[in-house]
């Protein structure tokens, strides 16, 4: 699951609540504690919360003990479109269409 598909999964409006730590992601949705996606006001599910719970109360092996829904994946690059070939097309037509004009006089 990529960060955009993770950060559908907020918690809010029936959706569930999923949070991602150290490359996994986990379901909190049934804890009481992540009610609407929000915990404590200091966590939002369909984030990656690895940095925030660096500095957070409560050890990691509270997190894990969430079952796991899948790993978090890198976002695919943007795909380049280039314009190149059009470009060349119309100059080698514009060429084309010039040694036309000049040669029928």
Same mark, same amino acid.
């Given at each position: 699951?990529?960060?955009?598909? %993770? &950060?559908?999964?907020?918690? /809010?409006? *029936? /959706?569930?609540?999923?949070? +991602? #730590?150290? *490359?996994? !992601?986990?379901?909190? =949705?049934?804890?009481?504690?992540?009610?609407? *996606?929000?915990?404590?006001?200091?966590?939002?599910?369909?984030?990656?919360?690895?940095?925030?719970?660096?500095?957070?109360?409560? #050890? $990691? &092996?509270?997190?894990? $003990?969430?079952?796991?829904? *899948? /790993?978090?994946? &890198?976002? +695919?690059?943007?795909?380049?479109?280039?314009?190149?070939?059009? !470009?060349? #097309? &119309?100059? !080698? =037509?514009? #060429?084309?269409?010039? %040694?036309?004009?000049? %040669?029928? $006089?």
């Amino acid at each position: 699951m990529t960060t955009s598909e %993770l &950060a559908k999964h907020d918690g /809010r409006d *029936g /959706r569930p609540a999923y949070v +991602a #730590v150290n *490359g996994t !992601i986990y379901d909190v =949705t049934t804890s009481p504690l992540w009610s609407g *996606g929000n915990h404590q006001d200091s966590h939002h599910a369909g984030h990656d919360l690895t940095e925030e719970l660096k500095s957070a109360p409560h #050890v $990691r &092996a509270v997190v894990e $003990r969430f079952p796991v829904v *899948g /790993r978090l994946e &890198a976002e +695919a690059p943007p795909k380049v479109v280039s314009h190149t070939k059009g !470009i060349l #097309v &119309a100059i !080698i =037509t514009a #060429v084309v269409l010039l %040694l036309a004009i000049l %040669l029928s $006089r």
